[in-house]
């Protein structure tokens, strides 16, 4: 029986049967202390912000930068006190809330050291603290991490490659692209194992909605100032990301969780609140402007769907496609424009969006082209902006090719891509396994949700590069990290069931 916040089955049942397992939406097993500890430490630095911003509206004083710098030593005091009693669970929490922020607060440290960095630092001295303290292994085998390294391992390849193909210089010429990229790796490996079992993993999720919900704070905030803007680069939404397409590919990544706590819980009142969230997100998805965005939503809840149920899939789908039918209305008439569906031109179609789809098509062309003439390790990291200009039909100024597969099939070759495939069809399959088999409530949420990363991730990476990028990127990583610790918690419990039941007797033939 799938567990729910509160499942009225769980109250009807025969006279003198045995009475069900409690329902597992209690976050008290897995949740308590750790975990309002950790919210406390987390919003500190909200609350700062808020302070800071509620003063300088009210009376117009300017914060002096020595509060920022006194609060962040004050605040990585507490940290570094927490982790030398080695709990890293704040130093997860904080990966967590960083992370999406990290392409706007840099925080560099010293030239080639920021903020990223420094967690990744402190990550690696909390996995050797452990090493210390309890005998385990810095980095242990655990699903999913097999093919995330040889995902790493191509992808440093392809940097040999292009010091072969382009020169020596060209891995020192773009050596802040190929750290950035490399940055990925080095987050999900210390990320995956400063994770101690599927509760914290639990708790992980939970600071993922978090960092989330501060995303669309940031986000609702900059269209209050945007919305009656009626040109469509002015009234694009940048976020956190700094980019409308970048911003809509996070909230596709990011909203999963949110929908399938939700769909899970529908029978619970207290879940319902989470349809405001719902609905702010989608005003900030819309008003990203991003198509790759749009499609990679409607897929992945798709998946979600399915995930759930399939009886569950298509009623959903037959009483939306119902809704749009019955109410176009209910599609605002700016995202129609966007998508091409509106026969009437207004001021957010311009002829700027034919003139991005042909550029995009020739370097697509371009891309295919190269992956053609060396399909098996590629032209190296890095090279389709150098070498475009021989493959392209014409001259186009964009050097990124707005694809992320032919972007690693072109630059690190065929191999390489379908390593990158195999790390995105592991998350879905594990993400299912738990939708479907776990009893936990908070596990299958997390199942569904990552189904709904992957796959709308998987349709928005065909209209954009986004996956080196971790302000962007990064949760896809972690949920993966996530999953991984709660597939090996449910298989445990599997095996445990099995063992525990009595040996089945063999039937004789008489």
Same mark, same amino acid.
């Given at each position: 029986?799938?567990?729910?916040?509160?499942?009225? &089955?769980?109250?009807? =049942?025969?006279?003198? &049967?045995?009475?069900?397992?409690?329902?597992?939406?209690?976050?008290?097993?897995?949740?308590?202390?750790?975990?309002?500890?950790?919210?406390?430490?987390?919003?500190?630095?909200?609350?700062? #912000?808020?302070?800071?911003?509620?003063?300088?509206?009210?009376?117009?004083?300017?914060?002096?930068?020595?509060?920022?710098?006194?609060?962040?030593?004050?605040?990585?005091?507490?940290?570094?006190?927490?982790?030398?009693?080695?709990?890293?669970?704040?130093?997860?929490?904080l990966f967590c809330v960083y992370l999406p922020f990290s392409a706007i607060i840099k925080v560099a440290i010293i030239p080639g050291i920021n903020a990223t960095n420094m967690l990744v630092i402190l990550g690696i001295g909390a996995l050797i603290l452990r090493r210390k303290e309890e005998g385990v292994p810095m980095m242990a085998s655990r699903p999913g991490t097999g093919v995330m390294g040889w995902w790493c391992f191509l992808?440093?390849?392809?940097?040999?490659?292009?010091?072969?193909?382009?020169?020596?210089?060209?891995?020192?010429?773009?050596?802040?692209?190929?750290?950035?990229?490399?940055?990925?790796?080095?987050?999900?490996?210390?990320?995956?194992?400063?994770?101690?079992?599927?509760? +914290?993993?639990? =708790?992980?999720?939970?600071?993922?909605?978090?960092?989330?919900?501060?995303?669309?704070? +940031? %986000?609702?905030?900059?269209?209050?100032?945007?919305?009656?803007?009626?040109?469509?680069?002015?009234?694009?939404?940048?976020?956190?990301?700094?980019?409308?397409?970048?911003?809509? $590919?996070?909230?596709?990544? /990011?909203?999963?969780?949110?929908? $399938?706590?939700?769909?899970?819980?529908?029978?619970?009142?207290? *879940?319902?609140?989470?349809?405001?969230?719902?609905?702010?997100?989608?005003?900030?998805?819309? $008003?990203?402007?991003?198509?790759?965005?749009?499609?990679?939503?409607?897929?992945?809840?798709?998946?979600? %769907?399915?995930?759930?149920?399939?009886?569950?899939?298509?009623?959903? /789908?037959?009483?939306?496609?119902? #809704?749009?039918?019955?109410?176009?209305?209910?599609?605002?008439?700016?995202?129609?424009?966007?998508?091409?569906?509106? &026969?009437?031109?207004?001021?957010?179609?311009?002829?700027?969006?034919?003139?991005?789809? /042909?550029?995009?098509?020739?370097?697509?062309?371009?891309?295919?082209?190269?992956?053609?003439?060396?399909?098996?390790?590629?032209?190296?990291?890095?090279?389709?902006?150098?070498?475009?200009?021989?493959?392209?039909?014409?001259?186009?100024?964009?050097?990124?090719?707005?694809?992320?597969?032919?972007?690693?099939?072109?630059?690190?070759?065929?191999? /390489?891509?379908?390593?990158?495939?195999?790390? +995105?069809?592991?998350?879905?399959?594990? %993400? #299912?396994?738990? *939708?479907?088999?776990?009893?936990?409530?908070?596990?299958?949420?997390?199942?569904?949700?990552?189904?709904?990363?992957?796959?709308?991730?998987?349709?928005?990476?065909?209209?954009?590069?986004?996956?080196?990028?971790?302000?962007?990127? &990064?949760?896809?990583?972690?949920?993966?990290?996530?999953?991984?610790?709660?597939?090996?918690?449910?298989?445990?419990?599997?095996?445990?069931?099995?063992?525990?039941?009595?040996?089945?007797?063999?039937?004789?033939?008489?």
């Amino acid at each position: 029986m799938r567990s729910s916040l509160a499942d009225p &089955a769980l109250k009807f =049942r025969r006279p003198g &049967a045995e009475p069900p397992p409690p329902p597992a939406f209690g976050i008290a097993d897995w949740g308590g202390q750790a975990l309002r500890d950790a919210l406390v430490f987390l919003l500190w630095p909200v609350g700062l #912000l808020i302070a800071i911003k509620v003063i300088f509206a009210v009376t117009g004083f300017k914060s002096p930068p020595f509060v920022l710098y006194l609060f962040a030593l004050v605040y990585g005091g507490f940290l570094l006190k927490r982790m030398k009693q080695n709990d890293p669970e704040w130093l997860v929490g904080l990966f967590c809330v960083y992370l999406p922020f990290s392409a706007i607060i840099k925080v560099a440290i010293i030239p080639g050291i920021n903020a990223t960095n420094m967690l990744v630092i402190l990550g690696i001295g909390a996995l050797i603290l452990r090493r210390k303290e309890e005998g385990v292994p810095m980095m242990a085998s655990r699903p999913g991490t097999g093919v995330m390294g040889w995902w790493c391992f191509l992808s440093i390849l392809s940097v040999i490659t292009s010091m072969v193909t382009l020169g020596a210089t060209h891995a020192t010429d773009r050596f802040s692209e190929i750290k950035s990229w490399v940055d990925q790796f080095l987050v999900f490996f210390v990320f995956i194992n400063l994770i101690r079992d599927g509760k +914290m993993a639990r =708790r992980t999720a939970v600071y993922m909605m978090l960092g989330t919900l501060l995303v669309m704070a +940031m %986000g609702f905030e900059e269209w209050l100032e945007k919305r009656d803007v009626n040109s469509l680069d002015k009234a694009r939404l940048l976020g956190p990301q700094n980019q409308p397409n970048s911003f809509g $590919a996070f909230l596709v990544y /990011a909203v999963g969780p949110f929908i $399938a706590v939700l769909v899970t819980n529908l029978a619970n009142w207290r *879940a319902w609140p989470l349809l405001i969230v719902l609905v702010v997100w989608l005003r900030l998805l819309i $008003a990203s402007f991003s198509r790759g965005a749009y499609l990679g939503f409607a897929a992945g809840v798709a998946a979600l %769907g399915y995930a759930r149920g399939k009886i569950f899939l298509a009623c959903s /789908a037959a009483a939306l496609i119902s #809704l749009v039918v019955a109410v176009p209305e209910v599609v605002p008439e700016s995202m129609q424009a966007r998508l091409g569906l509106s &026969a009437e031109q207004d001021d957010f179609t311009t002829p700027k969006i034919d003139t991005s789809s /042909a550029h995009r098509l020739i370097l697509w062309n371009a891309a295919i082209e190269m992956t053609k003439e060396s399909p098996v390790f590629g032209w190296g990291f890095g090279s389709f902006p150098v070498l475009k200009g021989f493959y392209t039909e014409s001259d186009v100024h964009e050097s990124d090719n707005h694809n992320m597969y032919l972007f690693v099939a072109s630059q690190m070759g065929l191999p /390489a891509l379908f390593a990158m495939l195999m790390v +995105m069809f592991r998350l879905g399959w594990l %993400g #299912l396994q738990l *939708a479907r088999r776990s009893p936990d409530w908070m596990a299958q949420s997390i199942g569904m949700g990552a189904c709904c990363t992957v796959v709308g991730g998987l349709v928005v990476n065909m209209f954009g590069s986004r996956l080196g990028d971790l302000s962007v990127m &990064a949760y896809v990583w972690l949920t993966l990290a996530v999953v991984s610790h709660l597939t090996v918690e449910m298989r445990a419990d599997e095996a445990a069931k099995k063992a525990a039941e009595p040996p089945k007797k063999k039937r004789r033939l008489p």
